[in-house]
């Protein structure tokens, strides 16, 4: 059984590409076979694992327009057990050039049905935009995952993002779960971080994970190293976070079965 599950969320910087890598690392590093799929145009997700872009053959972009076989953009990582599609800033132009082509939002879908059965875990990391790369990615995936930044307005947007999903249930794929709501940067410092939390929780109640990421200065120096927070520092507190995360995903999958 494999699963795809798309991190998503069209505000900006409230960690999706910190949950994608590391959220793939730590399931790799508990045994389990994962893709990694970057479809934002940014390619924070290729370059936070160390890949070099100049280096990159084939990316999503290739695979999403010019029909390239996902196998062939799949880059090995330093984690084993964890493969990235990597992106790079050609895909900025994919939002366009999508728009004219036959079912244009089922591109992703049918890619990654093609490699889908070699992994246990196929996480897309999202860009911060409800357009066309989203929608594919909400349309290939089994359940979506909402990274929720621990901030004022932390709600706001969200009934955009979940309309978007519900479209999407409605006329692309019927069977879209939300994976969870994950709480992030929270800043054990101030009250806020707690308003916030029973906010969220009085809204998505138990779609809410146990696990709360805090803010964690090595969380975000990792990248700049090329590195996944487990091989960075695996003992910082960031690194045990995300490894309860990752448990708490495989263990809600285990329930469900
Ligand atoms: P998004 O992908 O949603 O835009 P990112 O994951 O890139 O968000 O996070 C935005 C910024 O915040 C990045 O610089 C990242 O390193 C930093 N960051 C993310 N999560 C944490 C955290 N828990 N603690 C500290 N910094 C974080
Ligand atoms: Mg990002």
Known sequence: MSKIIAIANQKGGVGKTTT?????ACLASL??????VDIDPQGNTTSGLGINKADVSNCIYDVLINEVHP??????????GLFVIPATIQLAGAEIELVP???RELRLKKSLQMVKNQFDYVLIDCPPSLGILTINSLTA?????IPIQCEYY???GLSQLLNTVRLVQKHLNTTLQIEGVLLTMLDARTNLGIQVIEEVKKYFQQKVYQTIIPR??????????GQAIITYDPRSKGA?????????????????R
Not at 31 to 36: A, D, E, N, T
Not at 71 to 80: F, G, K, L, N
Not at 216 to 225: C, F, I, Y
């Open 20 to 24: 994608s890598v590391n959220l793939a």
């Open 31 to 36: 045994g389990k076979k994962v893709l990694l």
């Open 71 to 80: 196998q062939e953009a799949m880059v090995e990582t330093s984690v084993p």
């Open 101 to 103: 082509t036959i079912s």
């Open 141 to 145: 995936a089994d359940s979506v995952l």
């Open 154 to 156: 932390a709600l706001e």
């Open 216 to 225: 964690n200065v090595r969380l975000s120096e990792a990248p700049s190293h």
């Open 240 to 256: 045990e976070v995300y490894l309860e995360l990752a448990k708490e995903v495989i263990m809600y999958e285990q329930a469900a």
